[in-house]
């Protein structure tokens, strides 16, 4: 039997472009589809148009900053279509890269949604046309969900249309606690705009150690989020100005220009037709795979958040990657779930590695903590009351640091190189022996020597 391709990727995303390139690379007659625009989600509408509107809104502190150093300036304004057109510019600079390096690699780059029509044969929806591959992979990523029952929700957009905004609105309430609530809550609150957070639970970033969760909580507030928790939406209405009535079920309204829902976000598998291949979902539609990522059916894989393992851009690079090795380089590889660093791009940013202090506890039982706030150096000039937390967490029988924490300026960046220690098992005594870099704020973390103990067991 012979085929159009011998791989055929549906999603040219961050996992799906890894693995048409690296199986390309091994020799591999590699063909992609894409319906929307090359390089997925981080490149188009997440992770980087995300972090340069992050990196705008800081601006904005930082004019206040400056003072505390001697510059003054006149008022400084805010040109957000300016601003937005020089994003949306890198942003086709970058997708252009992504196309580019397929093309180099030598793949079929196909811009138009595929679906299966069976195991081995997908049919290209705008143009119709049908071909057939040896081996498939699945990588299209997910889309933002909204809750279906909540009368109004169509005036409200998601992360998708947020990066398309006409003009900086006045008012913004977003809906949720997680990754996207708060990062663009920071965002809006940093442009000036007067900014709602309407989170369900008490307290932001469920999930994350408890200290970063209230630490970012409490920053949301003093940047002048205002916080409503214990509410969800139960209706919104529109008025022919525009303005959009939020109502709350504590009973509160809230007028805004803009709403935004971030509660979450689900596998786009809708309609891609793997019932007619057998690929086996889960109740969320999230495709079920092995390490290797394999589904149920023998030549097809998929990859990234498809899958719901672990939604996180290098996550799915490296899930793709290690699919490329195992089926065309003859390299059976996986990609080990255990201390990826991850990043909060809130104000001030969080990086975290490891265990919570409450995971690490629950699944050793002796834990030591070593935590740490204050203020950095640079506000002691500034007069801003931000506060730095710092965190390591030991598992208390050999020593070896299991978690590491961080809220504070560059958080992320210090958080890439702790991760290097604590995957290779760092102890608690090899942070004690490396020489402190000073002045720095990551010196604390060799520096840290009182144990924290808990007020219940002091
Ligand atoms: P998250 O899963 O992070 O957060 C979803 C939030 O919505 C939670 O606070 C959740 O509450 C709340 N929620 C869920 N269902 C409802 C509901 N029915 N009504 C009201 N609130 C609800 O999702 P995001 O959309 O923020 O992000 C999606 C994923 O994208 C992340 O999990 C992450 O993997 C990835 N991402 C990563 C980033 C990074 O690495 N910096 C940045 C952005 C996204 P509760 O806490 O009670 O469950």
Redesign the pocket.
């Known amino acids: 039997m012979s085929y159009d391709y011998d791989l055929f990727v549906i999603g040219a995303g961050s996992g799906g472009v890894r693995a048409a390139r690296r199986s390309a690379m091994a020799g591999a007659k590699v063909a992609v589809a894409e319906e929307y625009r090359i390089g997925g989600t981080c490149v188009i509408r997440?992770?980087v148009p995300?972090k340069y509107m992050v990196y705008a809104s800081e601006f904005g502190r930082m004019f206040e900053h400056a003072k505390g150093f001697g510059w003054t300036s006149e008022k400084p304004e805010f040109d957000f279509k300016g601003f937005m057109k020089t994003l949306h510019a890198e942003v086709d600079r970058l997708s252009g890269i992504y196309l580019r390096n397929l093309a180099n690699t030598g793949v079929d780059v196909l811009e138009e949604r595929a679906e299966l029509v069976d195991d081995h044969t997908l049919r290209l929806t705008q143009s119709g046309k049908t071909v057939t591959a040896e081996k498939i992979l699945i990588a299209v990523g997910?889309i933002?969900?909204k809750?279906s029952d909540v009368p109004g929700i169509e005036h409200t957009i998601s992360?998708n249309e947020v990066f398309h905004l006409p003009d900086l609105p006045k008012r913004m309430v977003i809906?949720?606690?997680?990754?996207?609530?708060?990062?663009f809550a920071g965002v809006f609150a940093g442009l000036g705009v007067e900014t709602t957070l309407v989170?369900?639970?008490d307290t932001?970033l469920?999930?994350f150690d408890w200290d970063i969760r209230t630490h970012v909580h409490e920053e949301l507030k003093r940047k002048g989020v205002r916080v409503v928790t214990q509410a969800?939406?139960t209706e919104l209405e529109k008025s022919e100005s525009g303005e959009i009535t939020v109502t709350l079920s504590n009973g509160e309204d809230i007028k805004a220009d803009v709403v935004m829902m971030?509660?979450?976000?689900e596998p786009a598998t809708a309609g891609l037709g793997l019932e007619n291949a057998g690929v086996a979902m889960d109740d969320k539609g999230a495709i079920l795979v092995d390490e290797y990522s394999k589904t149920n059916v023998e030549n097809i894989w998929a990859v990234g958040?498809v899958t719901n393992r672990?939604?996180?851009?290098p996550v799915a690079i490296r899930e793709g990657q290690a699919f490329a090795e195992t089926v065309f380089q003859d390299e059976p590889s996986f990609f080990e779930y255990d201390n990826v660093p991850?990043?909060?791009?809130s104000q001030p940013p969080v990086g975290t590695v490891g265990l919570s202090e409450e995971d690490a506890r629950h699944q050793f039982g002796d834990v030591d903590v070593y935590k740490t706030k204050f203020r950095p150096m640079k506000d002691l000039l500034t007069g801003d009351e931000e506060r730095v937390m710092m965190k390591l967490v030991v598992r208390g029988s050999d020593q070896v640091v299991v978690g590491c924490h961080i809220v504070g300026p560059d958080a992320p960046e210090i958080i890439q190189a702790v991760a290097i220690a604590v995957k290779m098992g760092a102890t608690k005594q090899d942070f004690d022996r490396t020489c402190a870099l000073h002045p720095s704020m990551a010196e604390e973390l060799v520096t840290l020597r009182e144990k924290y103990v808990p007020p219940e067991l002091a």
Request: one cysteine or more.
């Open positions: 997440g992770c995300k997910g933002p969900w809750p992360s809906a949720g606690g997680g990754f996207i609530a708060v990062e989170y369900r639970g932001v469920n999930g969800i939406f971030a509660v979450g976000r958040d672990m939604n996180l851009t991850t990043a909060v791009f």
